[in-house]
């Protein structure tokens, strides 16, 4: 039967040779018959392949019941746990192969590359130390050890090693692979292409170093070259499905229709390819252009594809995460792993974005002391980066009769973060202040970026540059105090804070938290915003007098006209809805947005987002509204994207999310006169919303519980004339408040930025 069965996989079908040898094995323990190692472990070895980690656990744990001393069962059964991402589960395996064989070097081999994948690097180079050693020939041992030195952050043995192990084999592919990629993570780009050219004169036909050619030309920002190159495979090869996505990752964030007719040829030609499809997804995902909701759907459609094809690298498990999220998809959501295991995978992968993503997953008291230990995690890698790869920062000129005020952000264009920081650019004190602005959009300016340009004294966009070319083109304006604006997100640069390209370094506006980078020395908050527990911020509090924030002219005028009828006059029944991204949502929120409206006789819930155009979204809101009793026809979906404003004309009350709370949505539903209920947490990204409210003069809509949340929409529901009151004064009373005072805040902001640099010199 064995001999059928790996008959069967050398033909191609490995699950079923599995599913033979399963049934087999079975058939003998039903017999009372012994089974043999040899089949279990064949048996365990074709589960993995076929993407069954936990099924072969389930078998090598009966096998090493009834043979506690079998050296192969507990090595294999490592294998299977590190498969699961269980790290000190394996580890244990592990070392009981280890203890029974000591000489064997197979196990002792697999729990360094299990210390590796849980980034333990000073441990895991004990382990390859040791094996080099006793094989100082072995190209595999020095570049499992420079591999280790890497994540120690000791680039100079991880180069040594990479380099002895090829002298020892020059045409290891994975040797070159991770020698190229040292150079290139380290912002050693022209390093990088030399390289790469040496492996390929080596090998000039292998599929891996091509791809690394493709990749470090990105990286250093040649993306034409780039171009160039797979233009011309993809004319000799017109069937080469990588080719296809290689050009498609190249060409898709800066022309995102050309980069998914590519994504969707590549998994034409290679539709078993879950990689491919997922980054498929997730370009849909972001796609704008002709109809979006169609875009989304088709993603939302792809990521299924690709779960369907077996388990995903951790990078994917985001992508799809946010995808699922974005469609109410809780309960796949739920499968992908824990918070705690993929917070953690995630920060040592250095995925950022990630963690901004998981704000809204947090659930326990302890989650938000954990997210706070992923981001510093996240910090100390990219730290250990720079300090290896310093820039070279000239001296700060002490006696400069003004201060010179950097300010990071690709989203300085018509972009909610331009409609905060507008009032610095609108209220400069020019006899103090002079202005330096670092955009690295890929989008050509608009008329919001001329604007500023005309507002600052230098204002230097680059569409292509390396984080640590970015840093070095900051240290040389010596600027005296730095804001990023934009963390992670989508064309930012946070990595740059990491070089210290300037002596005072803060954050505000684009993340909710801290990013976890020790060079960040202040987060600008306010009364209202700064956690009660100093511990759940890294950075110290910049803490504005007011208001962290100002509603500006730019994203907040009267062009959007107030309809001075509420719409429950107008109806005859409450509208609540909300216009908050669904990355925000949970299931809890869902249920308590339910529970509201099903509370409310003949009330209903509208979705205003680009999302309620989406037949999968659609299908969980309606499905989530059931559980509680709300009919399908209570729930309404508005497809809008960007010209949403005047929806907020049709809603009653906001109904805003947690624990993660809106910003700018909240300003946006004040401005237009509609009350908004939000649920106030211990941590920065649970009081956005309360900051806002307070700074507006409805601090009594913020809520400490979510049963005091549901009374007060209930109580708020039931208040008519407070809410006339409110459409038709809020946006005239808001203009006497901190919030509505863009002149007030810029002022406060200039004077704490002159004292805290005053105090620095």
């Not at 990088?192 to 492996?199: D, G, I, N, R, S």
Request: hydrophobic share 40%; proline share 5%.
């Amino acid at each position: 039967m064995l001999n059928q069965a790996l008959q069967r996989e050398k033909e191609g079908f490995p699950q079923e040779s599995a599913e033979m040898l399963a049934r087999h094995l079975d058939a003998l323990r039903q017999d009372n018959k012994p089974v043999l190692i040899a089949d279990l472990l064949q048996l365990s070895r074709l589960l993995l392949i076929t993407g069954k980690p936990q099924e072969a656990e389930r078998r090598l744990r009966e096998g090493v019941q009834g043979n506690p001393r079998q050296y192969d069962l507990w090595n294999m059964l490592g294998v299977a746990l590190r498969r699961q991402g269980r790290i000190e589960d394996g580890l244990k395996a592990f070392d009981q192969a280890i203890k029974l064989d000591p000489k064997n070097q197979g196990a002792l081999l697999n729990k360094g590359n299990l210390l590796l994948d849980a980034k333990r690097g000073v441990e895991a180079a004990a382990i390859f130390g040791q094996l080099v050693r006793h094989n100082p020939k072995s190209h595999e041992f020095q570049r499992l050890l420079g591999t280790a030195y890497v994540q120690m952050g000791d680039l100079p043995k991880a180069v040594m090693r990479f380099d002895t192990a090829l002298r020892l084999k020059p045409d290891d592919v994975a040797s070159w692979i991770d020698r190229i990629k040292v150079a290139t993570d380290f912002e050693h780009h022209d390093e990088a292409v030399e390289l790469v050219e040496k492996a390929l004169a080596k090998l000039p036909t292998n599929h891996r170093l091509i791809e690394a050619r493709i990749m470090v030309l990105r990286r250093g920002g040649r993306f034409k070259e780039a171009e160039t190159l797979l233009e011309t495979r993809i004319a000799e090869a017109p069937n080469d499905a990588w080719a296809h996505f290689q050009y498609a990752e190249t060409v898709g964030r800066f022309d995102r229709q050309k980069g998914n007719e590519h994504y969707r040829r590549a998994v034409d030609l290679q539709p078993d390819n879950a990689i491919y499809w997922m980054n498929y997804a997730n370009s849909l995902d972001r796609s704008r252009y002709g109809d979006e909701a169609e875009h989304i759907q088709a993603g939302y459609e792809a990521v299924i594809k690709a779960l369907s094809l077996g388990a995903l690298p951790s990078r994917f498990i985001r992508m799809a995460r946010n995808v699922l999220v974005r469609m109410g998809r809780f309960d796949l959501v739920a499968r992908l792993g824990t918070f705690k295991e993929l917070g953690r995978t995630w920060a040592n992968e250095s995925l950022h974005d990630a963690l901004h993503y998981h704000l809204a997953r947090v659930e326990l008291p302890e989650d938000r002391y954990e997210i706070l230990e992923q981001h510093r995690i996240w910090g100390r890698i990219e730290l250990a980066k720079a300090r290896l790869n310093p820039i070279s920062a000239p001296p700060v000129i002490e006696k400069r009769s003004k201060i010179r005020l950097g300010i990071m952000s690709s989203d300085l264009r018509n972009h909610p973060v331009a409609y905060f920081a507008m009032p610095l650019f609108e209220f400069v004190d020019y006899d103090k202040f002079e202005l330096y602005c670092y955009s690295w959009s890929r989008n050509n300016p608009d008329g919001v970026q001329k604007y500023i340009e005309t507002r600052v004294n230098q204002f230097h966009w680059h569409k292509a540059i390396a984080d640590r070319d970015a840093a070095q083109l900051i240290a040389k304006d010596r600027v005296d105090m730095l804001f990023e604006l934009g963390s992670s997100t989508d064309m930012n640069k946070l990595e740059v804070m990491a070089y210290k390209p300037a002596p005072l370094q803060a954050s505000w506006l684009g993340y909710p938290h801290s990013a976890g980078l020790e060079t960040i020395d202040y987060i600008l908050v306010d009364p209202y915003i700064n956690p009660p527990d100093p511990a759940l911020l890294i950075e110290k509090p910049f803490i504005m007098p007011q208001s962290w924030v100002a509603m500006g002219n730019l994203g907040f005028n009267e062009q959007e006209a107030i309809n001075p009828i509420i719409p429950s006059q107008r109806n005859g029944y409450v509208t609540y809805g909300t216009a908050n991204n669904p990355y925000k949502y949970s299931p809890k929120v869902l249920e308590t947005w339910a529970k509201i409206t099903a509370a409310t006789p003949g009330s209903k819930f509208m979705f205003v987002r680009p999302e309620s155009g989406v037949p999968a979204f659609k299908e969980s809101m309606i499905a989530a509204f059931a559980q509680q009793g709300v009919a399908e026809d209570r729930v309404q979906f508005i497809y809008v994207r960007g010209k949403h404003m005047r929806w907020y004309n049709e809603m009653d009350i906001s109904l805003d999310t947690f624990p993660q709370t809106g910003g700018t949505t909240t300003c946006e539903s004040m401005f237009m006169g509609v009350p908004v209920i939000s649920l106030v947490g211990p941590a920065f990204f649970e009081r956005l919303s309360y900051s806002n409210l307070s700074n507006a003069g409805l601090g009594d809509l913020a809520c400490f519980s979510i049963e005091d949340y549901i009374r007060k929409a209930l109580q708020l529901a039931g208040d008519t004339e407070r809410r006339k009151l409110l459409r038709n004064g809020l946006r005239i009373d808001i203009k006497d408040r901190p919030l509505g005072q863009p002149h007030v805040f810029a002022r406060d902001f200039y004077a704490m930025v002159e004292k805290t640099v005053n105090e620095r010199r």
